[in-house]
């Protein structure tokens, strides 16, 4: 158990749907990373906000986007959902601007249909 | 493109046995290295880190990093049945938050 929550745990959408996920990240933690795990791949990073603000982003359309809240929580939302954004969307939290270890919650599994 | 290279396996050994999982990376300038268990359909748990070039125990693992080869391995000594999943490492450069996954490695521990 981490500490960090994510809602809801699966959904199914169409393509062209939008869709939100959120996170809750760990106490104390200010740091939030989004990652995509599509089948038999390793996660691949979205992006990582730091105080409210994106400061990293990975090899990802800007249909991907973000936000952080005051109280560290995230949202990660996918317009325009295609087949290929089915997946398990990881969050993780940390203290450190995200360069120490990272423990992830339990996922979102996103089927695109 | 920096990347993390596994065997995807499936590697199997005895209950009771070594398992070795071993990882490249190709980023020279990678400084903090991660070792993940995922069970299916569950999310990637922390197993043990590494910064410096050598060993780390912890527990029944160890994790193994050679910079200049640019590797790092993790053994599981007495392997369980309940050692059964898929590893990942993870790799950090100095550059970046970002950890760069491998594809993972899928271990079988038979009784």
């Known amino acids: 158990e981490t500490g960090v929550t994510q809602s809801p745990t699966h959904l199914i959408k169409t393509r062209g749907q939008q869709v939100t996920l959120r996170c809750s990240s760990q106490?104390?933690?200010?740091?939030v990373s989004w990652y995509q795990q599509a089948l038999g791949q390793g996660p691949q990073f979205i992006f990582q906000?730091?105080?409210?603000?994106?400061?990293g982003r990975g090899n990802f359309p800007p249909r991907f986007s973000g936000l952080q809240f005051p109280n560290y929580s995230s949202e990660l939302n996918v317009n325009a959902l295609e087949l290929d954004d089915s997946a398990l969307y990881l969050c993780?939290?940390?203290?450190?601007?995200?360069?120490?270890?990272?423990?992830f919650g339990e996922g979102s599994r996103l089927t695109v249909l | 493109q920096k990347e993390v290279e596994q065997n995807s396996g499936p590697l199997s050994v005895p209950e009771g046995a070594i398992a070795s999982l071993n990882c490249t990376y190709s980023?020279?300038?990678?400084?903090?290295f991660f070792w993940y268990r995922q069970y299916s359909g569950k999310s990637p748990e922390l197993i043990m880190f590494?910064?410096?070039?050598g060993d780390k125990e912890d527990g029944r693992f160890t994790a193994q990093l050679n910079k200049a080869s640019q590797y790092v391995s993790l053994l599981i000594r007495d392997s369980q049945p309940s050692d059964s999943a898929t590893y990942l490492c993870?790799?950090?450069?100095?550059?970046?938050?970002?950890?760069?996954f491998g594809k993972g490695t899928s271990l079988l521990v038979t009784p």
């Open positions: 993780a939290s940390s203290s450190d601007l995200g360069i120490g270890e990272l423990f």
């Open positions: 106490s104390g933690h200010n740091t």
């Open positions: 906000y730091y105080r409210e603000e994106e400061n």
């Open positions: 980023d020279r300038g990678s400084q903090s």
């Open positions: 590494i910064y410096s070039n």
């Open positions: 993870a790799v950090r450069s100095n550059s970046g938050y970002a950890l760069n």
